[in-house]
């Protein structure tokens, strides 16, 4: 299809096991985004992509994250020895604009990720 | 801390009615809002994308306008359908890559 596809769409992990999220762009597409989007609240940033650099990983919550586009377009969201506290929705989102012409461009998001630490 | 806020957190309403929620956001560094659909087990679709003070945009029976000097804007659904019911998200861009989305306003119209 011509949209943003993540998968697995569903993920259940045990405590302390890794992860790997992906996430396919939509083509052309310069801008590449991660959200974690937690139970009743708004999808919280966690990084971007401008083709294959990371030019901002402020949102990771810890160096347990991680994240990459090695050719500038399929993603992957890594998360290791993961606890409870990383159960989510992670989003991925991509945009046409680049660098600062991104932020009046609308996202276009996959259907998410829906993550289960047990 | 940048924060958006987004009332109310759910609405309730018939088919017909008309409707609107607000999102509020910090008034100083503004670059752009931006207001998502997202209904349940789809992925968010983009609705509006808003720079200038004053504007508004419209899209069938959706709306929106934009008061950057004191930091809110208006989503208006005239008409309401049952097709509308879904989360309304709006997300406040300062002009770097960071994207601040509110918690969203989730609208429910009964038929």
Known sequence: GAGVSQSPRYKVAKRGQDVALRCDPISGHVSLFWYQQALGQGPEFLTYFQNEAQLDKSGLPSDRFFAERPEGSVSTLKIQRTQQEDSAVYLCASSHGQGLSYSNQPQHFGDGTRLSIL | ?111
């Open chain 2, 1 to 111: 801390i940048l924060n958006v806020e987004q009332s109310p957190q759910s609405l309730h309403v018939q088919e017909g009615d008309s409707t609107n929620f607000t999102c509020s956001f910090p008034s100083s560094n503004f670059y752009a809002l931006h207001w998502y659909r997202w209904e349940t087990a789809k992925s968010p679709e983009a609705l509006f994308v808003m720079t200038l003070n004053g504007d508004e945009k419209k899209k069938g029976r959706i709306s929106a306008t934009l008061n950057t000097k004191e930091g809110y804007s208006y989503l208006y659904i005239k008409g309401s359908q049952p097709e509308d019911s879904a989360t309304y998200l709006c997300a406040f861009n300062t002009g770097g890559f960071k994207t601040i989305f509110g918690a969203g306003t989730r609208l429910f119209v009964k038929a």
